[in-house]
Structure formats: structure tokens, C-alpha cells
């Protein structure tokens, strides 16, 4: 079956900007969460969502939104960006049954903010 | 909230050469636990995992780990390591108590095989 898709792989934006992230899960998925990964910080948990709801949070700033859609598909937003918003951004799905398969990542987005 | 440490930022090891890849975290109570796997450029592939029974748990390309539930510990090891092996590594809980499972991750362990 067909693996956790996000898209655009590479982005390149200016400060200031607003930029917006997709993924798709793994069809029958329901759980989707967005991590922010940089060489300094590592993986950073920015939120998961849950049949359309947000279920966690992480400590990043209201810049920071995301919103899932009746179909599982995710969106990740980031308004006014900043030079340290510069990232790999990670989209991963969990299926069912209490997180024992555990999360399925996606190829990522390559954010770039020059 | 679980806390996750990998302790070695970077280990350096030598082809064919035994390789043990560490990670604590805070509590057993309630817990799964995995290790994933990053390539460069790409996303985090599952290693291996443990839920319940035995603590010795094999994963692919020859990675096992072991369960210490006293000591809190799920070290990631390999008895001959190989080029390919060069990766990131980041060991990860899932804390059942917590909404969702709540999953954390660990700093994550470069692994650097020399030839």
C-alpha cells in the first residue's frame, strides 16, 4: 500500500512569508502528527491530529496551525516565517490499535527561509 | 511526560565491529517502545519495536534490542555492523497514559560506520 506522501519535497521562502505543508496518510490511518526536525534541536513534536481534531500539542507559537481533513489528510501551516523555521518538517500516521505499529513517516518537506 | 535520552550524540565504529546504540527513559509503567532509522534526506523508518513479552526483540537488517524494565533502558544493538548501517538512530516511547499514546523521541545517535 501506498506509504505516507508529502508534498513539496523542497521549498524555498522568504522571511515574512507564509507557507503551507501537506500530507497524505496512510489510507485507513486516522492519526496524524507533524515533527520539525533540525540539526540542532532534533526532532521537535509541533501536533497530531485525530479524525479532523487536534489531539496534541507541542511547545511551538501560534505561528505554527495545522487542520486535518475528513479524508485524514493534513495540512501544516507556518505564517510569517523566520530564518530559524528552516527545516526538515516530518508527517507521520498511525493506524489503529493503540499505537502498536507505531508511526509511519513521510519522505518530509525541506523548508527553506532565506 | 516521558523523557527519552539517547546519551551518545555520535559513535564511530569500525566495519564488521560490534555496535550498542543506547537509550533511557523516565518510566516502564504503561510503555511500547521502538527504534527507528533516517537515511539521509529521507523519513524515519521502524527498526523494531517491543509491547509486551519477551524482552529481546529482533528488528530488520540484523538490529535487536532488549527491554530493561528495572533499568529503564532499550539499548539498540548489532553484533557485525556494516557501511549501510551509517544512519541516524532515534529510539522513541509511546506513553499509554497519555491521550493518544503520545509518542517521544529521543535526541537521536549518529552512527558512523568506517570502512
Known amino acids: 500500500k501506498a506509504g505516507v506522501t508529502q508534498t513539496p519535497r523542497y521549498l524555498i521562502k522568504t522571511r515574512g512569508q507564509q507557507v503551507t505543508l501537506s500530507c497524505s496518510p496512510i489510507?485507513?490511518?486516522?492519526?496524524v502528527s507533524w515533527y520539525q526536525q533540525t540539526p540542532g534541536q532534533g526532532l521537535q513534536f509541533l501536533f497530531e491530529?485525530?479524525?479532523?481534531?487536534?489531539?496534541n500539542k507541542g511547545n511551538f507559537p501560534g505561528r505554527f496551525s495545522g487542520r486535518q481533513f475528513s479524508n485524514s489528510r493534513s495540512e501544516m501551516n507556518v505564517s510569517t516565517l523566520e530564518l530559524g523555521d528552516s527545516a526538515l518538517y516530518l508527517c507521520?500516521?498511525?493506524?489503529?490499535?493503540?499505537?502498536?505499529?507505531?508511526?509511519?513517516f513521510g519522505s518530509g518537506t525541506r523548508l527553506t527561509v532565506v | 511526560a516521558q523523557s527519552v535520552t539517547q546519551l551518545d550524540s555520535q559513535v564511530p565504529v569500525f566495519e564488521e565491529a560490534p555496535v550498542e546504540l543506547r537509550c533511557n527513559y523516565s518510566?516502564?509503567?504503561?510503555?511500547?517502545l521502538f527504534w527507528y532509522v533516517q537515511y539521509p534526506n529521507q523519513g524515519l523508518q521502524l527498526l523494531l519495536k517491543?509491547?509486551?513479552?519477551?524482552?529481546l526483540v529482533k528488528g530488520i537488517n540484523g538490529f535487536e534490542a532488549e527491554f530493561n524494565k528495572s533499568q529503564t533502558s532499550f539499548h539498540l544493538r548489532k553484533p557485525s555492523v556494516h557501511i549501510s548501517d551509517t544512519a541516524e538512530y532515534f529510539c522513541?516511547?509511546?506513553?499509554?497514559?497519555?491521550?493518544?499514546?503520545?509518542?517521544?523521541f529521543g535526541t537521536g545517535t549518529s552512527l558512523t560506520v568506517i570502512p
Open positions: 507521520a500516521s498511525r493506524g489503529q490499535g493503540l499505537g502498536k505499529d507505531g508511526y509511519t
Open positions: 489510507s485507513g490511518h486516522r492519526s
Open positions: 491530529y485525530f479524525s479532523e481534531t487536534q489531539r
Open positions: 518510566s516502564s509503567v504503561s510503555v511500547y
Open positions: 517491543y509491547l509486551s513479552g519477551s524482552t
Open positions: 522513541a516511547v509511546s506513553d499509554l497514559r497519555r491521550t493518544g499514546n503520545q509518542f517521544y
